[in-house]
């Protein structure tokens, strides 16, 4: 166990998806990016390879508990980020076809995601928009997501210089 509590992986040890990954404390015995003077990229490189499993998991669950595949969930996302759009400005957000965006919207308004609305302004356009049901299961993929970013980057240094001082 470490310092703080959390277990850390040795050499062979099996590491579970569902816990926090831990840095431990530079100079400690088991930080062994400092003792091989590995530098911070590498240090990504190596919290990544960590991670990995906890991500492929994070989209396994939504996969089988919301049927979101990663195209749609681009589609989900930037529909969260923007709000109710016309159908060509979000395949040109989420950077598909108008055909793609098609199906991807089709198959999400199947599954209870999004609705289209007619544009007032313009009957030949349609707005898209997500349902409560998405606003809601979508902020628990995100906070998936939110956690798995947090443990990447906690224990890395940062710089509070990003230029060296002459």
Do not use: H
Not at 40 to 55: I, N, Q, S
Not at 65 to 89: D, E, N, T
């Amino acid at each position: 166990m470490s310092s703080a509590g959390s277990p850390v992986a040795g050499a062979g040890s099996p590491v579970d998806p569902s816990e926090p990954v831990e840095i431990p404390p530079p100079g400690t015995r088991a930080d062994l990016s400092a003792a091989l003077d590995v530098e911070t990229a590498g240090r990504v490189m190596g919290r990544l390879f960590a991670l990995a499993p906890r991500l492929v998991e994070i989209l396994d669950l939504g996969a089988r508990q919301y049927g979101m595949s990663y195209a749609r969930g681009r589609v989900v996302a930037a529909l969260q980020a923007s709000g109710p759009v016309l159908m060509r400005k979000l395949s040109q957000d989420v950077g598909v076809t108008p055909r793609t965006i098609t199906g991807l919207v089709d198959a999400l308004e199947a599954d209870g995601w999004v609705e289209r609305r007619a544009d007032p302004g313009d009957r030949r356009a349609t707005i898209v928009a997500l349902t409560p049901y998405a606003e809601t299961a979508f902020q628990q993929l995100l906070e998936g997501y939110r956690g798995l970013a947090r443990d990447l980057v906690s224990g890395i240094p940062r710089r509070t210089n990003s230029a060296p001082s002459a």
